[in-house]
């Protein structure tokens, strides 16, 4: 691995502390470099607050040393007023001469310019250094941008055979097909996402708040699918823990296209990701219109003999984990 390459997997590793609270910015890092040893680094803030680039200058104590410094990030930097000031700006202003991208930020409001800013300045410029790390780092972000959709999420539990929900409940509550750890890692996720989706068979059925109980962090947007309007302001997604879009036959034509409709919506509410925690009809109406880019699977070790079987998909395998008998596997769309 070449220097470059070592700095940037570092700009990676701190980018990440930002997950779930920079949305819909993207979880920047970024590291600064005088004479092979680090001397500043930054994340990206919570949505409205410094960059990472802002953060990393911010923390150099001696200023004098960044007129020789390369600075390493992992996401272009903004040329761009938003929220703060553009980060290739203040690049320029303390005459930092080296820059080091992993990838181009794909938003039509950067897409090049701040590179060509920067260059403009006399600055010296690399792009595209491990830039396909950098770009499944930005994946939300990237996505949002490239596909005008939010990136997508399958999750769902199975049991040892095959069944996501029993054939008939005798409670309006969920029945538990994994452990209590697996349950945690779901409200993980959870804080990790902008939106999380259901439908409204599960609504009734489970009648879950889809907040944040196990884990510390933002609970996310809920939207929830409602064609014929017929959930009342008595289930709990209706309470003010968190915000909910409802997808009614008002915004939505139910006879066509249903996932890509519901994608239109969100990226219009500037949702960059989300998770699909509906049943199976839901689940598989994204997997059908190929409207989904990660699945995540938990199968349990219960069987119920009977019931609603779990989507069918096809997808690339990329790991496979243990969590206290229950087993979680994660496929992409490619």
């Known amino acids: 691995m070449t220097n470059h390459e070592t700095y940037i997997k570092r700009c990676i590793d ?29 994340f990206t803030s919570a949505y409205g607050g410094n960059h990472a680039e802002v953060n990393a200058i911010n923390s150099v104590t001696d200023k004098s040393l960044l007129k020789e410094s390369t600075i390493y990030v992992t996401l272009e930097p903004c040329s761009h007023f938003g929220k703060t000031p553009p980060c290739s700006d203040l690049i320029i202003k303390y005459n ?6 992993g990838c181009v930020d794909d938003n039509i409001q950067v897409a090049g310019k701040g590179i060509a800013k920067l260059k403009k300045a006399g600055c010296n410029v690399i792009v595209g ?20 959709r939010p990136y ?3 999750k769902w539990a199975q049991t040892a055979d095959g069944f996501i929900a029993p054939e008939t409940k005798n409670e309006q509550k969920p029945v538990w097909i994994t452990n209590e750890y697996s349950r945690q890692l779901v409200h993980k996720w959870r804080t990790e996402e902008q939106a999380i989706l259901v439908g409204t068979n599960t609504v009734i059925q489970d009648n879950p708040s889809l907040t944040v109980r196990d884990w510390t962090g933002q609970n ?29 036959k008002n915004n939505i034509d139910y006879s066509k296209n249903i996932g890509k409709q519901i994608c239109d919506i969100l990226f219009n509410n500037n949702i960059n990701s989300v998770i699909i925690e509906g049943g199976s009809k839901t ?28 989507p069918k998909f096809s997808g690339h395998f990329i790991s496979e984990e243990k969590i206290m008998g229950d087993t979680l596997k994660t496929y992409t769309n490619d």
């Not at 701190?14 to 040893?37: D, E, F, H, Q």
């Not at 930092?96 to 991208?101: D, E, L, R, T, Y």
């Not at 939300?140 to 596909?147: P, Y």
């Not at 119920?304 to 779990?310: D, H, L, T």
């Open 220 to 248: 996310p947007i809920r939207a929830v699918l409602d064609q014929d309007e017929k959930l009342s302001k008595g289930f709990a997604v209706f309470n003010n823990e968190a915000q909910t879009i409802i997808l009614s």
């Open 283 to 310: 689940l598989q109406t994204f997997i059908n219109e190929n409207l989904w880019d990660e699945a995540r699977i938990f199968t349990g070790s219960i069987k119920f003999k009977n019931g609603v079987m779990a």
């Open 96 to 101: 930092i001469p080296n820059i080091v991208i």
């Open 129 to 148: 250094v491990l830039e396909d790390a950098c770009k499944t780092h930005h994946k939300r972000f990237l996505t949002f941008h490239n596909k005008k």
């Open 14 to 42: 701190i980018a990440k502390n930002g997950l779930g609270t920079t949305r819909p910015n993207p979880m920047v890092g970024s590291v600064i470099v005088y004479k092979n040893k680090i001397i500043g680094e930054g």
């Open 152 to 154: 997508i999420i399958l």
